[in-house]
Protein backbone atom coordinates (compact mmCIF):
# COMPACT_ATOMS: atom_id res chain seq x y z
CA UNK A 1 0.00 0.00 0.00
CA UNK A 2 1.02 3.61 -0.98
CA UNK A 3 0.72 7.04 0.87
CA UNK A 4 1.91 10.36 -0.19
CA UNK A 5 3.73 12.70 2.45
CA UNK A 6 4.27 15.87 2.28
CA UNK A 7 7.92 16.99 4.31
CA UNK A 8 10.38 19.84 4.77
CA UNK A 9 13.71 19.69 3.50
CA UNK A 10 15.40 16.85 6.32
CA UNK A 11 19.09 17.48 8.11
CA UNK A 12 21.41 15.59 9.04
CA UNK A 13 21.31 16.45 13.09
CA UNK A 14 24.55 14.43 14.55
CA UNK A 15 26.19 11.23 14.33
CA UNK A 16 27.36 8.96 17.35
CA UNK A 17 30.71 6.63 17.90
CA UNK A 18 29.76 3.27 19.48
CA UNK A 19 32.38 0.67 20.69
CA UNK A 20 32.18 -2.96 21.20
CA UNK A 21 34.08 -4.69 24.08
CA UNK A 22 34.98 -7.18 20.90
CA UNK A 23 36.54 -4.73 18.58
CA UNK A 24 37.82 -1.39 19.60
CA UNK A 25 37.04 -0.11 16.12
CA UNK A 26 34.56 2.87 16.26
CA UNK A 27 31.22 2.45 13.99
CA UNK A 28 29.81 5.45 12.67
CA UNK A 29 25.83 5.60 12.64
CA UNK A 30 24.53 8.68 11.27
CA UNK A 31 21.34 10.26 12.22
CA UNK A 32 18.63 11.94 9.60
CA UNK A 33 15.47 13.81 10.65
CA UNK A 34 12.79 14.54 8.51
CA UNK A 35 10.22 16.91 9.31
CA UNK A 36 6.71 16.58 8.15
CA UNK A 37 4.63 19.32 6.74
CA UNK A 38 1.85 18.30 9.95
CA UNK A 39 4.90 19.40 11.96
CA UNK A 40 6.07 16.08 12.92
CA UNK A 41 9.55 14.76 12.90
CA UNK A 42 10.61 11.12 12.26
CA UNK A 43 13.59 10.11 13.40
CA UNK A 44 16.02 7.43 10.96
CA UNK A 45 19.23 5.79 12.14
CA UNK A 46 21.67 5.11 8.76
CA UNK A 47 24.02 2.44 9.44
CA UNK A 48 27.53 4.08 7.54
CA UNK A 49 31.04 4.24 8.15
CA UNK A 50 30.82 7.55 5.94
CA UNK A 51 28.92 10.53 5.29
CA UNK A 52 28.32 9.97 1.51
CA UNK A 53 25.26 7.51 2.17
CA UNK A 54 23.90 9.61 4.98
CA UNK A 55 23.66 12.58 2.19
CA UNK A 56 22.87 10.36 -0.50
CA UNK A 57 19.50 10.18 1.70
CA UNK A 58 19.63 13.66 2.43
CA UNK A 59 19.33 14.52 -0.71
CA UNK A 60 16.23 11.94 -1.59
CA UNK A 61 14.05 13.12 1.09
CA UNK A 62 14.99 16.70 0.51
CA UNK A 63 14.14 16.17 -3.67
CA UNK A 64 16.45 19.31 -3.86
CA UNK A 65 16.69 18.34 -7.53
CA UNK A 66 12.81 18.75 -7.93
CA UNK A 67 9.81 20.87 -7.02
CA UNK A 68 9.72 20.56 -3.02
CA UNK A 69 6.48 20.69 -2.82
CA UNK A 70 5.28 18.14 -4.38
CA UNK A 71 4.55 15.00 -2.20
CA UNK A 72 6.91 12.15 -1.09
CA UNK A 73 5.47 8.61 -2.07
CA UNK A 74 6.60 6.39 0.38
CA UNK A 75 5.49 2.50 1.25
CA UNK A 76 4.45 1.40 4.20
CA UNK A 77 6.35 -1.37 4.94
CA UNK A 78 4.19 -2.60 8.38
CA UNK A 79 1.80 -1.45 11.07
CA UNK A 80 1.89 -2.71 14.75
CA UNK A 81 -0.71 -2.00 17.22
CA UNK A 82 0.12 -3.00 21.19
CA UNK A 83 -2.78 -2.44 23.57
CA UNK A 84 -0.30 -1.53 27.48
CA UNK A 85 -1.55 -0.64 30.56
CA UNK A 86 -0.41 1.45 33.40
CA UNK A 87 -1.62 0.75 36.89
CA UNK A 88 -2.11 3.86 39.53
CA UNK A 89 1.20 4.64 41.42
CA UNK A 90 1.65 2.92 44.97
CA UNK A 91 0.95 5.65 47.66
CA UNK A 92 3.29 8.36 48.84
CA UNK A 93 6.19 7.91 51.22
CA UNK A 94 8.37 10.86 52.40
CA UNK A 95 10.86 10.62 50.01
CA UNK A 96 8.23 10.22 47.22
CA UNK A 97 5.90 13.27 47.94
CA UNK A 98 9.35 15.33 48.76
CA UNK A 99 10.37 14.34 44.94
CA UNK A 100 6.88 15.15 43.84
CA UNK A 101 6.38 18.60 45.50
CA UNK A 102 10.27 19.45 44.44
CA UNK A 103 8.93 18.84 40.79
CA UNK A 104 5.04 20.71 41.23
CA UNK A 105 6.14 23.32 43.24
CA UNK A 106 9.88 23.75 43.55
CA UNK A 107 9.81 23.46 47.05
CA UNK A 108 12.89 21.74 49.13
CA UNK A 109 12.47 18.57 50.88
CA UNK A 110 12.64 20.01 53.96
CA UNK A 111 9.75 22.49 52.90
CA UNK A 112 7.83 19.65 52.25
CA UNK A 113 8.26 18.02 55.46
CA UNK A 114 7.39 21.07 57.76
CA UNK A 115 3.72 21.20 55.15
CA UNK A 116 3.27 17.40 55.49
CA UNK A 117 3.87 17.64 59.17
CA UNK A 118 1.42 20.51 59.61
CA UNK A 119 -0.95 18.59 57.95
CA UNK A 120 -0.59 15.80 60.23
CA UNK A 121 -0.67 17.98 63.40
CA UNK A 122 -3.94 19.15 61.62
CA UNK A 123 -5.32 15.34 61.50
CA UNK A 124 -5.48 16.24 57.84
CA UNK A 125 -3.28 13.22 56.58
CA UNK A 126 -1.10 10.07 58.86
CA UNK A 127 1.96 10.16 60.19
CA UNK A 128 4.46 11.58 57.24
CA UNK A 129 7.90 10.18 58.29
CA UNK A 130 7.28 6.85 56.49
CA UNK A 131 9.03 4.88 54.16
CA UNK A 132 6.39 2.67 53.23
CA UNK A 133 4.39 3.36 50.10
CA UNK A 134 1.29 0.62 51.04
CA UNK A 135 -1.05 0.17 53.92
CA UNK A 136 -1.41 -2.01 56.54
CA UNK A 137 -4.33 -5.16 56.06
CA UNK A 138 -5.90 -3.73 59.71
CA UNK A 139 -6.17 -0.05 57.66
CA UNK A 140 -7.58 -1.48 54.48
CA UNK A 141 -10.22 -2.76 56.41
CA UNK A 142 -11.16 0.44 57.54
CA UNK A 143 -10.58 2.31 54.60
CA UNK A 144 -14.56 2.95 54.55
CA UNK A 145 -13.85 5.20 57.11
CA UNK A 146 -11.09 7.42 55.16
CA UNK A 147 -13.33 7.93 52.35
CA UNK A 148 -16.46 8.77 53.98
CA UNK A 149 -14.84 11.37 55.54
CA UNK A 150 -13.23 12.76 51.94
CA UNK A 151 -17.38 12.57 51.13
CA UNK A 152 -17.00 16.50 52.42
CA UNK A 153 -13.59 17.28 50.26
CA UNK A 154 -15.70 19.17 47.56
CA UNK A 155 -12.87 18.53 44.87
CA UNK A 156 -12.82 14.49 46.00
CA UNK A 157 -16.66 14.32 45.80
CA UNK A 158 -17.27 12.94 41.93
CA UNK A 159 -14.40 10.85 42.68
CA UNK A 160 -15.67 9.16 45.30
CA UNK A 161 -19.38 8.59 43.99
CA UNK A 162 -18.09 6.68 41.16
CA UNK A 163 -15.94 4.85 43.73
CA UNK A 164 -18.94 4.21 45.85
CA UNK A 165 -20.81 3.21 43.25
CA UNK A 166 -18.50 0.68 41.57
CA UNK A 167 -17.70 -0.87 44.97
CA UNK A 168 -14.15 -0.50 44.28
CA UNK A 169 -12.79 0.37 47.49
CA UNK A 170 -14.30 -3.30 48.56
CA UNK A 171 -11.23 -5.82 48.84
CA UNK A 172 -8.51 -3.80 49.32
CA UNK A 173 -6.09 -5.69 51.22
CA UNK A 174 -6.00 -8.15 47.73
CA UNK A 175 -4.14 -5.50 46.34
CA UNK A 176 -0.90 -4.71 45.65
CA UNK A 177 -1.09 -1.63 47.84
CA UNK A 178 -1.55 -3.43 50.79
CA UNK A 179 1.43 -5.36 51.89
CA UNK A 180 2.37 -5.70 55.77
CA UNK A 181 5.48 -7.07 55.22
CA UNK A 182 6.41 -4.01 53.29
CA UNK A 183 5.58 -2.17 56.62
CA UNK A 184 8.12 -1.11 59.36
CA UNK A 185 6.47 1.65 61.80
CA UNK A 186 4.13 3.53 59.46
CA UNK A 187 2.04 2.67 56.73
CA UNK A 188 1.68 5.26 53.56
CA UNK A 189 0.94 8.83 53.86
CA UNK A 190 -2.94 9.17 53.12
CA UNK A 191 -5.78 11.46 54.23
CA UNK A 192 -7.68 10.77 57.41
CA UNK A 193 -10.66 11.84 56.12
CA UNK A 194 -11.07 14.60 59.11
CA UNK A 195 -11.65 18.23 57.59
CA UNK A 196 -11.93 19.98 60.44
CA UNK A 197 -8.48 22.27 59.99
CA UNK A 198 -9.53 22.63 56.18
CA UNK A 199 -10.18 26.34 56.25
CA UNK A 200 -6.54 27.05 58.12
CA UNK A 201 -4.54 26.05 55.23
CA UNK A 202 -3.01 28.37 52.91
CA UNK A 203 -2.99 27.84 49.24
CA UNK A 204 0.42 25.59 49.15
CA UNK A 205 -0.82 23.85 51.89
CA UNK A 206 -3.71 23.17 50.40
CA UNK A 207 -2.10 22.53 46.96
CA UNK A 208 0.02 19.52 49.03
CA UNK A 209 -3.28 18.48 50.73
CA UNK A 210 -5.28 17.74 47.29
CA UNK A 211 -1.97 16.08 45.73
CA UNK A 212 -1.92 13.50 48.44
CA UNK A 213 -5.90 12.90 48.52
CA UNK A 214 -5.68 12.58 44.54
CA UNK A 215 -2.93 9.94 44.66
CA UNK A 216 -5.18 7.83 47.49
CA UNK A 217 -8.14 8.02 45.42
CA UNK A 218 -6.20 6.80 42.50
CA UNK A 219 -5.85 3.57 43.22
CA UNK A 220 -9.56 3.06 43.57
CA UNK A 221 -9.35 3.53 39.87
CA UNK A 222 -8.78 0.89 37.08
CA UNK A 223 -5.57 1.38 35.19
CA UNK A 224 -4.89 3.66 32.24
CA UNK A 225 -5.35 1.61 28.69
CA UNK A 226 -2.98 3.24 25.52
CA UNK A 227 -2.60 1.89 22.52
CA UNK A 228 0.37 1.77 20.63
CA UNK A 229 1.19 1.88 17.05
CA UNK A 230 4.75 1.18 15.43
CA UNK A 231 4.76 3.01 12.01
CA UNK A 232 7.51 1.79 9.26
CA UNK A 233 7.71 3.68 6.12
CA UNK A 234 9.92 2.87 3.34
CA UNK A 235 11.72 5.30 1.39
CA UNK A 236 15.33 5.96 -1.08
CA UNK A 237 15.48 2.48 0.11
CA UNK A 238 15.83 3.01 3.93
CA UNK A 239 13.01 2.81 6.65
CA UNK A 240 11.70 5.18 8.62
CA UNK A 241 10.71 4.09 11.85
CA UNK A 242 7.79 6.52 13.86
CA UNK A 243 5.37 5.36 16.77
CA UNK A 244 2.33 7.01 18.69
CA UNK A 245 0.47 6.69 21.88
CA UNK A 246 -2.87 6.87 22.25
CA UNK A 247 -4.62 7.00 25.04
CA UNK A 248 -7.51 5.03 24.93
CA UNK A 249 -9.12 4.77 28.81
CA UNK A 250 -8.17 7.12 31.30
CA UNK A 251 -9.13 5.03 34.08
CA UNK A 252 -7.08 6.40 36.99
CA UNK A 253 -5.43 9.16 35.39
CA UNK A 254 -8.86 11.02 35.56
CA UNK A 255 -7.90 11.92 39.33
CA UNK A 256 -4.11 11.85 39.08
CA UNK A 257 -4.52 14.03 35.77
CA UNK A 258 -2.77 13.58 32.47
CA UNK A 259 0.35 15.88 31.86
CA UNK A 260 0.18 18.58 29.54
CA UNK A 261 3.36 17.38 27.57
CA UNK A 262 2.17 13.49 26.68
CA UNK A 263 -0.86 14.84 26.28
CA UNK A 264 -0.15 17.57 23.42
CA UNK A 265 2.40 14.88 22.46
CA UNK A 266 -0.14 12.27 21.97
CA UNK A 267 -2.64 14.45 19.82
CA UNK A 268 -0.32 15.19 17.85
CA UNK A 269 0.65 11.90 16.91
CA UNK A 270 -2.96 10.61 16.69
CA UNK A 271 -3.43 13.35 14.21
CA UNK A 272 -0.64 12.87 12.04
CA UNK A 273 -1.90 8.97 12.16
CA UNK A 274 -5.07 9.90 11.19
CA UNK A 275 -4.57 11.57 8.17
CA UNK A 276 -1.01 10.55 6.85
CA UNK A 277 -0.60 7.07 7.66
CA UNK A 278 -3.82 5.86 8.38
CA UNK A 279 -5.02 2.01 9.44
CA UNK A 280 -6.14 -1.04 7.85
CA UNK A 281 -10.15 -0.01 7.80
CA UNK A 282 -11.62 -1.54 10.73
CA UNK A 283 -15.52 -0.84 11.78
CA UNK A 284 -16.75 2.60 12.24
CA UNK A 285 -17.13 1.82 15.91
CA UNK A 286 -14.00 0.74 16.40
CA UNK A 287 -12.81 3.76 15.02
CA UNK A 288 -14.39 5.82 17.11
CA UNK A 289 -13.03 4.32 20.27
CA UNK A 290 -8.98 4.17 18.75
CA UNK A 291 -8.91 7.65 18.34
CA UNK A 292 -11.11 9.11 21.14
CA UNK A 293 -9.94 12.34 22.30
CA UNK A 294 -7.80 11.94 25.52
CA UNK A 295 -9.92 14.02 28.51
CA UNK A 296 -7.69 16.58 30.29
Known amino acids: MLQRVRRKPATLIHWTHTESEMDLNKNRSYLVTVTT ?22 RF ?30 LFNLAEIQNECSKRFKIS ?36 KNLN ?9 PYLQDIVKFGSHKGLEKTRYVNDKQITDHYAIIPTGQLTELESLNSLERSVYEMIVRRFLSIFYPPAEYQTVKLVVAAGGEKLYTSAKQLKVPGYLEIAG ?27 AAIKKLWKSSPE
Open 258 to 284: IPKSAKERNAAKTERLKTTWPLPSPPR
Open 109 to 144: PDETLRIIQELYEKKLVTYPRTDARVLSTAVAKEIH
Open 149 to 157: GLMQYEPAK
Open 61 to 90: LSNSESDASQPLTCQIVSIEKKKEKKNPPL
Open 37 to 58: ELGETETLSVSARNEEKAEELI
